[in-house]
C-alpha cells in the first residue's frame, strides 16, 4: 500500500481524484493550500473551498490537513504578477502557483513527511515513453491543463498522478454524483484567486503600483488620444484604448510601459510569423523541427515550426504573442517544452 497525498482544492476533480486513490487501495491522506490572505470572491483556495474539501474528505474517512503557504504564494506568484505588469509583461499566475507552490513546495514537503505520490485534480495525462515519463494533453480536450504544467520535468512526473486526465469532465461529475460526493455539481473555478471581480485587476494593480496615463497613436505615429493606465494595457487588447470603434484601430499591437506609449491597428496589423522566446524548458533534449503551439491556456494548437535558437515561426502570420506569455510545444499528445514570450 503506497501512501497518497491529494490536493484537494475542493472542486470535484479532486474530490473524485481523492475517491479513486483511497479505491485503488492507496492510504490517502488530503491537504488544501491555503495561498491568498486577502480578498477573494472567486477562483480558488478560498474559505468555502477549504470548507468543501475538508467535508468531501469526511465523507471518503480519509484525514484532511491545510497547509500554509501564504508567504511563497505572495513571493512566487502575486509579487511577480504586480512586476510583470510594471514592465508591460502579460503574466500567468496559474503557472507560477504551478511552478512553485503545487509542484514544488508540495512535492517536496510530501517527499519529507513520506508520502509516495501526490495525487490532484488536473486534466493532463502521465505518459511512460521510450525515452521515460512524458506530460500529455488531458483525454477531455475541453478540459486540458496540460498548458499550465509544461514545467513539470521526468523527476517530477514520477512522484505525481492525474487519475481525472483519463476522464471527460461529464465522466468526472458523473463519478462524484455516483459517490454521492458533495461536489459533484460544484461549478468550475475560472478566474485568478487573487483578483475579486467586484474590483477587478485594476483595483489590485492600483493599489500595489502606480499606474500612468500613456499616448495613444495608429502605426503611422498619429495621435489618437490618451489612457489611463498602461500598465493595464496587454497586446491584441480592444477594450478601454477609448477608439470610438473606428474599424482600421482596434487592437494594441504594440506596449511601450517605458514611453508610456500605445500603438493601436488594424486585426492585419496585429499578424506576425514569428514569437521570439526566453527561458526555455525542455521535457528531453531542444527540439527543432515541426510542432503544434499553444499560447493560451484554453486556446487552440497551432502548426509551427521550432529554429535552431528556440524560436517559433508559425506557417501562417498570426496574431502577435503578448510578451510574458507561455508558449507550449507539443507533438501529437505529448508536450516537448514551452518558453515566455519575449
Given at each position: 500500500m503506497s501512501?497518497?497525498?491529494?490536493?484537494?482544492?475542493?472542486?470535484?476533480?479532486?474530490?473524485?481524484?481523492?475517491?479513486?486513490?483511497?479505491?485503488?487501495?492507496?492510504?490517502?491522506?488530503?491537504v488544501t493550500l491555503k495561498l491568498w490572505g486577502g480578498p477573494q470572491d472567486q477562483g480558488c483556495c478560498s474559505v468555502s473551498d477549504v470548507d468543501d474539501a475538508r467535508r468531501v474528505a469526511q465523507q471518503l474517512d480519509i484525514d484532511h490537513f491545510v497547509f500554509n503557504y501564504g508567504e511563497e504564494f505572495d513571493r512566487h506568484v502575486v509579487g511577480p504578477y504586480v512586476d510583470a505588469h510594471a514592465v508591460g509583461l502579460t503574466p500567468n499566475p496559474c503557472i507560477e502557483c504551478n511552478r512553485h507552490i503545487k509542484f514544488d513546495s508540495l512535492v517536496t514537503r510530501a517527499r519529507k513527511l513520506g508520502f509516495d505520490s501526490v495525487a490532484t485534480g488536473h486534466h493532463a495525462r502521465i505518459i511512460e515513453t521510450d525515452k521515460g515519463l512524458r506530460l500529455a494533453r488531458g483525454v477531455d480536450e475541453g478540459k486540458d491543463q496540460s498548458y499550465v504544467l509544461y514545467m513539470l520535468t521526468a523527476s517530477d512526473l514520477s512522484m505525481l498522478k492525474f487519475p481525472v486526465g483519463e476522464m471527460t469532465k461529464n465522466q468526472v461529475r458523473e463519478?462524484?454524483?455516483?459517490?454521492?460526493?458533495?461536489?459533484?455539481?460544484?461549478?468550475?473555478?475560472?478566474?485568478?484567486?487573487?483578483?475579486?471581480?467586484?474590483?477587478?485587476?485594476?483595483?489590485?494593480?492600483?493599489?500595489?503600483?502606480?499606474?500612468?496615463?500613456?499616448?495613444?497613436?495608429?502605426?503611422?505615429?498619429?495621435?489618437?488620444?490618451?489612457?489611463?493606465?498602461?500598465?493595464?494595457?496587454?497586446?491584441?487588447?480592444?477594450?478601454?484604448?477609448?477608439?470610438?470603434?473606428?474599424?482600421?484601430?482596434?487592437?494594441?499591437?504594440?506596449?511601450?510601459?517605458?514611453?508610456?506609449?500605445?500603438v493601436v491597428g488594424s486585426a492585419e496589423d496585429l499578424l506576425s510569423e514569428d514569437v521570439w522566446l526566453s527561458d526555455h524548458v525542455w521535457a528531453d533534449q531542444p527540439h527543432v523541427g515541426p510542432v503544434h503551439v499553444q499560447i493560451s491556456a484554453h486556446g487552440a494548437q497551432a502548426p509551427a515550426y521550432l529554429t535552431s535558437d528556440g524560436n517559433v515561426h508559425w506557417d501562417q502570420a498570426r496574431r502577435k504573442v503578448a510578451p510574458g506569455q507561455a508558449v507550449v510545444f507539443y507533438c501529437d499528445d505529448l508536450v516537448i517544452g514551452g518558453a515566455t514570450a519575449v
Open positions: 501512501r497518497v497525498l491529494v490536493a484537494m482544492s475542493g472542486g470535484v476533480d479532486s474530490a473524485v481524484t481523492a475517491a479513486l486513490m483511497k479505491e485503488q487501495g492507496h492510504d490517502v491522506t488530503g463519478l462524484a454524483s455516483h459517490r454521492g460526493l458533495r461536489s459533484a455539481t460544484k461549478p468550475d473555478s475560472q478566474d485568478v484567486c487573487f483578483i475579486t471581480a467586484s474590483e477587478g485587476r485594476a483595483r489590485f494593480l492600483s493599489d500595489r503600483l502606480d499606474l500612468h496615463t500613456a499616448d495613444v497613436v495608429d502605426v503611422k505615429g498619429n495621435d489618437l488620444g490618451s489612457i489611463d493606465a498602461v500598465e493595464l494595457v496587454t497586446i491584441g487588447q480592444r477594450r478601454g484604448l477609448n477608439l470610438g470603434g473606428n474599424a482600421d484601430r482596434n487592437y494594441a499591437v504594440q506596449v511601450d510601459v517605458r514611453s508610456r506609449r500605445v
